[in-house]
């Protein structure tokens, strides 16, 4: 069964997720971060593109210790298993997603991958190997639901995101707005990519609540799925 796909990101009143330079910037306040931790500590997975981890290093952990105790009460790992989609294996050997908390790690690549990197990488974590020259988003999630992954959180960036979109695999989205401005056509948005042309193929959305956090507002979707 594939896995559910949870979408959380925190963007600007403009819709961008960070600078033009990829630079990562304070968007929510402490009430939303904790909501975001929950979110993941009750995930089997959190999910990122290799571009988060190269502009952010994150490590993807679990930060409240009442949600890490609470992990280790259902016999869990005390985080997630952390994914990394990253066609070419560009991971360096010491990101932080890759040491940093117990749990396991899975990083996705596609067949054009160079050898002695996946090697490299296998030291730390599970690779996954699918598509020719890009990680093959929906044999992914078909692998990983194999796995008995059966909730994913993704994290961002733009780029992963559009691709989800694109796949028609994202269930849910949560997007909190802060009340920035932070411009600039080359700073990444929600779905970033190709998109899409004509209005037949939008992803359509169903909104299921909205709440004001501090100086946000937090918007959770359903996405319309056809047959669902
Ligand atoms: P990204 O989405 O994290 O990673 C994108 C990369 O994933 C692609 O360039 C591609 O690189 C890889 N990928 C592999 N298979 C793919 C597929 N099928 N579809 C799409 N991508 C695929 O990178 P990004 O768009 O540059 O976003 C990074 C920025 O987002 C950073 O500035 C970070 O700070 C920000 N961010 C913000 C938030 C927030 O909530 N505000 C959250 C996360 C990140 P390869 O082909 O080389 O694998």
């Not at 009143?13 to 909501?35: C, H, M």
Request: hydrophobic content about 40%; aromatic content about 4%.
């Amino acid at each position: 069964m594939r896995p559910h796909i949870i979408v959380n990101v925190a963007m600007s009143a403009d819709g961008k997720l960070s600078t033009r330079e990829r630079r990562q910037v304070k968007i929510s306040g402490v009430q939303d971060f904790n909501r975001v931790d929950r979110l993941k500590s009750d995930s089997d997975a959190v999910m990122v593109g290799i571009g988060t981890v190269l502009a952010d290093d994150p490590s993807l952990t679990v930060k409240a210790d009442e949600c890490r105790d609470i992990r280790r009460r259902r016999g869990l790992d005390e985080h997630p298993v952390r994914i990394v989609v990253d066609s070419t294996a560009r991971i360096p050997p010491a990101a932080s997603v890759l040491h940093k908390g117990e749990g396991k790690r899975i990083v996705a690549v596609s067949k054009a991958a160079d050898e002695q990197k996946v090697a490299e990488i296998r030291k730390y974590a599970t690779v996954i190997i699918t598509g020719e020259d890009t990680v093959d988003l929906t044999a992914l999630m078909d692998e990983l639901g194999t796995l008995g992954i059966r909730r994913i959180m993704v994290e961002g960036g733009g780029a992963l995101i559009g691709g989800l979109v694109t796949a028609g695999l994202v269930d849910e989205i949560y997007t909190f707005i802060g009340n920035i401005i932070i411009g600039g056509r080359d700073a990444p948005t929600l779905a970033d990519g190709e998109g899409f042309l004509r209005e037949s193929e939008f992803c359509r959305l169903r909104l299921l609540e909205e709440r004001r956090i501090g100086n946000g507002i937090l918007l959770h979707w359903a996405v319309y799925k056809s047959g669902k």
